[in-house]
């Protein structure tokens, strides 16, 4: 385990452990390092911020001093690099710009050394991030879609004809890398996919969608399924 993990499982375990604490010894078979290793580790979570607490003698240990927490998310460095690189190579996927606003968060409240240590690593991973649609497009589908509004949009189709269409709309799906927004086009009468780097222009309507469900979209495209935040 490199050293900026074991500081991170180090804190975590420190919060763990409460108001009982945990000793020097334990840490250190738990870690698989020498006592002295701990002690430093412990001394830089220490100059690092963490309010930490040492209790000397037999039942003595190490822990958070009373009232303190860890920061409301930790994560290690290369937690917090996969998250920066999931959002950065996927600029074109919808509500991107508020999981980028929501890493941002992530950063400010990591401690200096994983933070640091997240920084130098994330120069490490480059993306490719093409262009993608216009904020103001993206903002208006997000929006229909969250408020279950009808969206009308300028759509050019593979061919070239340029279509304005009231959609009501019941997913964004990705596949074979690309976005697309699915939903009821009023214009058809039907189902439709709509590749979202063909729409040109997008408003969301005061109308309420009429309540189309995911189950009229039929079977997903190979290998998609639906986002989940827990490992589903």
Known sequence: MKRAERLHALSEMLHRSGARGVSADRLAKEFEVSVRTIKRDLDALENSGRPIWSRPGPGGGYGLAKGASLPPVSLSPAQAVALMAAVSAAADAPYSDLAA?????????LDPITRGRADDLARRVW????????????SAMEEAMAEQRVIRIRYTSREGTT?????????????????????WCRKRDAMRWFAIPRVERATVTRTSCSGHTIDE???????ARPVHGRGE
Request: glycine residues 10%; aromatic residues 6%; proline residues 8%.
């Open 127 to 138: 993306v490719d991030a093409g262009p993608s649609s216009s904020r103001a497009t993206k």
């Open 163 to 183: 279509t304005t269409r009231d959609v009501e709309p019941v997913l964004f799906a990705s596949t074979n890398g690309q976005w697309y927004l699915i939903g």
């Open 101 to 109: 606003a929501g890493i941002r968060k992530v950063m400010d409240v």
């Open 217 to 223: 979209v039929g079977e997903p495209p190979a290998n």
